[in-house]
Protein backbone atom coordinates (compact mmCIF):
# COMPACT_ATOMS: atom_id res chain seq x y z
CA UNK A 1 0.00 0.00 0.00
CA UNK A 2 1.03 3.29 -1.18
CA UNK A 3 0.52 6.84 0.24
CA UNK A 4 -0.48 9.74 -2.43
CA UNK A 5 0.28 11.90 -0.45
CA UNK A 6 -3.00 13.91 -0.48
CA UNK A 7 -4.44 11.60 3.09
CA UNK A 8 -5.39 8.84 1.13
CA UNK A 9 -4.20 5.51 0.19
CA UNK A 10 -3.78 3.40 -2.75
CA UNK A 11 -1.91 0.43 -4.09
CA UNK A 12 -0.60 -0.47 -7.61
CA UNK A 13 1.97 -1.73 -9.33
CA UNK A 14 4.44 0.31 -11.18
CA UNK A 15 5.09 -1.10 -14.86
CA UNK A 16 7.91 1.72 -15.42
CA UNK A 17 10.10 0.47 -13.68
CA UNK A 18 11.63 -3.57 -13.24
CA UNK A 19 14.16 -4.40 -10.95
CA UNK A 20 16.78 -6.40 -11.40
CA UNK A 21 16.06 -10.31 -12.69
CA UNK A 22 17.07 -12.67 -10.30
CA UNK A 23 19.82 -14.93 -10.84
CA UNK A 24 17.06 -18.02 -11.66
CA UNK A 25 16.02 -15.69 -14.62
CA UNK A 26 19.81 -15.85 -16.36
CA UNK A 27 19.55 -17.68 -19.69
CA UNK A 28 16.01 -16.91 -19.69
CA UNK A 29 14.12 -15.76 -22.81
CA UNK A 30 11.02 -13.19 -23.21
CA UNK A 31 8.16 -15.06 -24.19
CA UNK A 32 8.80 -18.78 -22.17
CA UNK A 33 5.91 -19.73 -20.11
CA UNK A 34 7.11 -18.81 -16.30
CA UNK A 35 6.28 -20.66 -12.78
CA UNK A 36 5.18 -18.20 -10.09
CA UNK A 37 3.81 -19.45 -6.76
CA UNK A 38 3.44 -22.80 -8.75
CA UNK A 39 1.22 -21.40 -11.46
CA UNK A 40 2.37 -21.47 -14.70
CA UNK A 41 2.30 -18.46 -16.85
CA UNK A 42 1.98 -18.70 -20.23
CA UNK A 43 2.55 -15.98 -23.03
CA UNK A 44 -0.43 -14.24 -23.62
CA UNK A 45 -2.19 -15.20 -20.35
CA UNK A 46 -4.38 -11.78 -18.63
CA UNK A 47 -2.92 -11.27 -15.22
CA UNK A 48 -5.25 -9.73 -12.90
CA UNK A 49 -4.14 -8.13 -9.62
CA UNK A 50 -5.04 -6.60 -6.39
CA UNK A 51 -5.16 -6.56 -2.88
CA UNK A 52 -6.77 -9.41 -2.61
CA UNK A 53 -4.83 -11.70 -5.22
CA UNK A 54 -3.73 -12.91 -8.33
CA UNK A 55 -5.30 -14.27 -11.07
CA UNK A 56 -4.38 -15.84 -14.46
CA UNK A 57 -6.45 -16.64 -16.66
CA UNK A 58 -5.50 -18.14 -20.58
CA UNK A 59 -7.07 -16.16 -23.39
CA UNK A 60 -9.40 -18.61 -24.47
CA UNK A 61 -11.21 -18.70 -21.37
CA UNK A 62 -11.21 -14.50 -21.13
CA UNK A 63 -15.39 -14.53 -22.22
CA UNK A 64 -16.38 -16.89 -19.83
CA UNK A 65 -14.21 -15.37 -17.17
CA UNK A 66 -15.54 -11.91 -18.35
CA UNK A 67 -19.37 -13.44 -17.66
CA UNK A 68 -18.67 -14.77 -14.17
CA UNK A 69 -17.14 -11.06 -13.17
CA UNK A 70 -20.47 -9.56 -14.87
CA UNK A 71 -22.40 -12.03 -12.61
CA UNK A 72 -20.63 -11.50 -9.35
CA UNK A 73 -20.78 -7.92 -9.97
CA UNK A 74 -24.78 -7.56 -10.42
CA UNK A 75 -24.87 -9.90 -7.51
CA UNK A 76 -23.28 -7.86 -5.16
CA UNK A 77 -24.95 -5.05 -6.69
CA UNK A 78 -28.28 -6.56 -5.95
CA UNK A 79 -26.83 -7.27 -2.14
CA UNK A 80 -25.99 -3.78 -1.63
CA UNK A 81 -29.39 -2.01 -2.62
CA UNK A 82 -31.00 -4.89 0.05
CA UNK A 83 -28.47 -3.81 2.64
CA UNK A 84 -29.44 -0.18 1.85
CA UNK A 85 -33.13 -1.02 2.26
CA UNK A 86 -32.82 -2.95 5.22
CA UNK A 87 -30.72 0.19 6.82
CA UNK A 88 -33.53 2.73 5.74
CA UNK A 89 -36.12 0.59 7.17
CA UNK A 90 -34.20 0.45 10.43
CA UNK A 91 -33.39 4.20 10.57
Request: overall charge negative.
Amino acid sequence: MRSSGAGTSWSGWDRTRAGSPPASAAGRTIGEPVALGGVVVNPGDIVVADDDGVIVIPPHRAEEALTAVEAIVAREADLDAEVTELRSRIA
